[in-house]
Nanobody, 119 residues
Framework: QVQLVESGGGLVQPGGSLRLSCAAS????????MGWYRQAPGKERDLVAT???????KYADSVKGRFTISRDNAKNTVYLQMNSLKPEDTAVYYC?????????????WGQGTQVTVSS
């Protein structure tokens, strides 16, 4: 069993900052990538940022220059530092873990944490 535990969401004013954390635990044989997605009401779940073990970190165009993803590989933990937050960043943010390899991948999801940007 694999579990992802998220924290750090909340209410913040426009221009403010939040830091999200997600720790993965359980029967994790190998980590392929860890990242973050978000979903606003009535919209699809979109990639925010992902950090693979091999290759370049990827960011959604809408968050480039404002958000930074980082990982503590020893703890299987991923973070998302969110700066200069905008109302359009309001969404439920989901931690994502991908295990396996190039030929075998399994996706796991956290329960989601609400981020609300409002004055």
């Amino acid at each position: 069993q694999v579990q992802l535990v998220e924290s750090g969401g909340g209410l913040v004013q426009p221009g403010g900052s939040l830091r999200l954390s997600c720790a993965a635990s359980g029967s994790i044989f190998s980590v392929y990538a860890m990242g973050w997605y978000r979903q606003a009401p009535g919209k699809e779940r979109d990639l925010v940022a992902t950090m693979p073990n091999r290759g370049d970190t990827k960011y959604a165009d809408s968050v480039k220059g404002r958000f930074t993803i980082s990982r503590d590989n020893a703890k299987n933990t991923v973070y998302l530092q969110m700066n200069s937050l905008k109302p359009e960043d309001t969404a439920v943010y989901y931690c994502n873990l991908i295990t396996g390899s190039d030929s075998y991948q399994h996706y796991y999801w956290g329960q989601g944490t609400q981020v609300t940007v409002s004055s």
